[in-house]
């Protein structure tokens, strides 16, 4: 290694410490883990950093937006809410925190979950591709919430079409909304549930 190359690895050390290395250290971790399918290691990385949280430190921020994720899979919203909470007390402008917190919210208060999607939208940037695809579907999901089907249909229908299989449900409810029940009826049976016609209430048979 030449002098130059050394100089400069050094440089770039000094750097990371300076920025907060553990940040890209938890960062590298638990995405590592996480791809490898092996979430037991990656929860051991994250309740080692949680188990001594340092003020500030932008590593806790990722830990706890990735226990909040791990949370809502498991359907356990008020704790996953609890863990949003600490990370935007820490990077309270991170888009990826404010999605969360409406990800936590837009079936039960919609409102506040349309607050949260105009924050991370406002924090986002035109790289942020899947962050600004998440903030679309779910506040298309919280229009839902608020009986707003056309608002829904507007957002849904202009998602890829690589995701609208996985949507089919969604749209189904969002042209219930707008009294299109046969597109409905279709949506629903693409999306295999298990009785497209009960999906809306009984009414839904008759109306379709």
């Not at 749209?171 to 629903?188: D, H, V």
């Amino acid at each position: 290694m030449s002098m130059v190359s050394a100089i400069a690895l050094i440089l770039v050390v000094c750097f990371l410490w300076f920025i907060d290395l553990p940040y890209y250290q938890s960062v590298f971790k638990i995405h590592y883990y996480v791809k490898k399918q092996n979430l037991q290691a990656a929860e051991a990385v994250a309740s080692a950093i949680l188990s001594k949280p340092r003020p500030g430190n932008r590593s806790l921020s990722l830990v706890y937006r990735w226990k909040a994720s791990m949370l809502l899979r498991e359907g356990k919203l008020k704790e996953a809410k609890d863990q949003v909470s600490r990370a935007l007390e820490l990077t309270p402008s991170d888009p990826r925190g404010h999605l969360l917190s409406a990800m936590t919210e837009w079936n039960s208060h919609p409102e506040q979950a349309l607050r949260a999607l105009d924050k991370a939208q406002a924090g986002s940037t035109f790289l942020d591709v899947n962050i600004r695809r998440g903030i679309q579907f779910f506040r298309a999901l919280a229009h839902i919430s608020l009986g707003q089907g056309e608002e829904a249909l507007k957002i849904l229908t202009t998602l890829p079409p690589k995701c609208h299989t996985k949507l089919q449900r969604f749209l189904g409810q969002a042209y219930s909304l707008t009294g299109q029940y046969s597109k409905a009826l279709e949506c629903f049976e693409e999306a295999g549930v298990g009785n497209p016609r009960t999906q809306m209430g009984w009414f839904f048979t008759k109306a379709a």
